[in-house]
T-cell receptor, first 114, second 111 residues
Framework: NAGVTQTPKFQVLKTGQSMTLQCAQD?????MYWYRQDPGMGLRLIYY???????DKGEVPNGYNVSRLNKREFSLRLESAAPSQTSVYFC?????????????FGPGTRLTVL | GQSLEQPSEVTAVEGAIVQINCTYQ??????LSWYQQHDGGAPTFLSY????GLEETGRFSSFLSRSDSYGYLLLQELQMKDSASYFC????????????FGTGTRLKVLA
């Protein structure tokens, strides 16, 4: 099992450009999440999806959109990138029942917006 | 507002025991989790407490007191590989999976 995979690993954008970060999990998990982590900071939830077909805002959703394409895939889109969105982006997933509070993280995407 | 507080840095020597505290102030509470993150890596799950008391997993233990809005992670028999950042996280809302993370505690283990 690959667990949670993310593409790309690194990306440099110019202000105003758009891009989509891809995330996939092969653990048959219901819930998926997108976080951002700024230097020396904790993780902040951008959006999450409790199940296929549903998405909900987290703590810092402005400037982002998400799509839960199917049970495996959850993408994050930046429509018009800004320097304030320079960060490391982590995707995570979790299962159901007693496994709901164990999140498995992908390796991250390091995004720089110039 | 909702917040979690952790010490920013803790230093200890190899073989010692270290405790990393976490106090939380949230509108609701449905469990406290702990994650480890090495530099340049992804967070990995360590433990979860939904009820008061101590949970033990090998060298790591986690404690929760809901009445005090407080928990801690205890690391025993410290090894150099334990040098990392440790984050506490709270699920604050029932029926959803919105998590709030602390800003992390950087643990340095000295030889």
């Amino acid at each position: 099992n690959a667990g949670v995979t993310q593409t790309p690993k690194f990306q440099v954008l110019k202000t105003g450009q758009s891009m989509t970060l891809q995330c996939a999990q092969d653990m048959n998990h219901n819930s998926m999440y997108w976080y951002r982590q700024d230097p020396g900071m904790g993780l902040r939830l951008i959006y999450y999806s409790a199940s296929e077909g549903t998405t909900d805002k987290g703590e810092v959703p402005n400037g982002y959109n998400v799509s839960r394409l199917n049970k495996r895939e959850f993408s994050l889109r930046l429509e018009s990138a800004a320097p304030s969105q320079t960060s490391v982006y982590f995707c995570a997933s979790s299962g159901a029942g007693s496994q709901a509070d164990t999140q498995y993280f992908g390796p991250g995407t390091r995004l720089t917006v110039l | 507002g909702q917040s979690l507080e952790q010490p920013s840095e803790v230093t200890a020597v190899e073989g010692a025991i270290v405790q990393i505290n976490c106090t939380y102030q949230t509108s609701g509470f449905y469990g406290l989790s702990w994650y480890q993150q090495h530099d340049g890596g992804a967070p990995t799950f360590l433990s979860y407490n939904a009820l008061d008391g101590l949970e033990e997993t090998g060298r790591f233990s986690s404690f929760l007191s809901r009445s005090d809005s407080y928990g801690y992670l205890l690391l025993q028999e410290l090894q150099m590989k334990d040098s990392a950042s440790y984050f506490c996280a709270v699920r604050a809302t029932s029926g959803t999976y919105k998590y709030i993370f602390g800003t992390g505690t950087r643990l340095k283990v000295l030889a």
